[in-house]
């Protein structure tokens, strides 16, 4: 049986984007890879500081993700409304920061490229942060904001689009606030996240899947489509996590998208079982695309990795093996027990071989 295809999800807390490349070559991971990230080199949704900058917005109030203890979200997050006096159309979204970082990577992976370090099919990953991750915290109604950020996600694609040549390119969105959300919305006793039960409403499922689906469109078949759909997990480990929720998103996004999805990232906790993959026997994805579950954890290794693909196989027998988010956003377990990225990507060799 040939070695699982392997994800990196995006972010790789290694500096510049040949460091990346250089680890994926040095663990020889190219073979069972068709796309490479940069390592998300500008940072993960560096657009999301760009709200209080703008000229149309003010800051009113700050709330914090959750009240629980936990490493990375103990910060308020600052709320973000019109300023008295203006009104939707005078909100003019900057740059979303991405394509300047992408056209400097992707240099960089085009010289490994024709070093034969890579295949000649394998593609360049440009990653942005959804819309709801991104403008999440601005506070307006869902029919005067959501055209105003499909506006700004398809000027800055387009402008990928015509400075990376599309036989090498791969774009991923990474579906954060939007698929938290929704589990939120299903069992919102169970989390305690005051951000959520704010904005909520302003993100509903069906007008946030159509989104997504309308910012698609604009990238042509001729470049590659992937969605990574993150998890409330990583925020809070307490209440698990129901894989219901991906795969509506995923059958759904299947439904909306009329081109072509490359590929669907699904993350997973480490004590998942076989009942736990359960829902992705409903999982009805477009012909074509590959599903990435995300099985490698740093707290349990390669061994929970084979367990959890061992698990997974027997509902869904044919997916991709990578790690539950990018490798920059661990959980807060991992992050007590730090790994090195070279101990992380020997754990994604060793689950492709499971």
Known sequence: MSDREIMLVGS???KPASAVFDCVCRHHMTANMRRLPDGEQAGWASGMTRHANNPALESFTSLPVTTRSTTFFDHPMPLFRLKPGHVASDVAIA???????ALNSYQEFKAFKAQGKFAPETRFVVTLAG???SFGTVLMP????????????????RQVLDRIPHADLAIQLDLAGEVEIEEY?????????????RTQDIWPFEGSTDLVADIAAVIPDDVELGFHLCALWHIDQSQGQDLNVHVDWANTLSRKITRPIQYIHMPTTFDYTEQDFAPLQRLTLKP???L???VVHAEDGAEGARRRVSAARKIYPDFGVAAFCGLAQPSREEYRHAHSVDEIMDMHV???KA
Do not use: M, W, Y
Not at 142 to 157: G, V
Not at 185 to 197: G, T, V, Y
């Open 350 to 352: 060793a689950a492709a």
């Open 288 to 290: 074509g695309t590959r």
């Open 292 to 294: 990435f579950l995300g």
């Open 142 to 157: 869902t029919h005067d904001l959501f055209p105003i950020i499909a506006k700004a996600f398809k000027q800055e694609i």
């Open 131 to 133: 819309p709801g991750t």
């Open 185 to 197: 919305r299903r069992r919102p006793r169970d989390f305690d996240l005051p951000i959520f039960e």
């Open 12 to 14: 790789v807390p290694l």
């Open 95 to 101: 740059p979303l920061g991405v394509l300047d970082s």
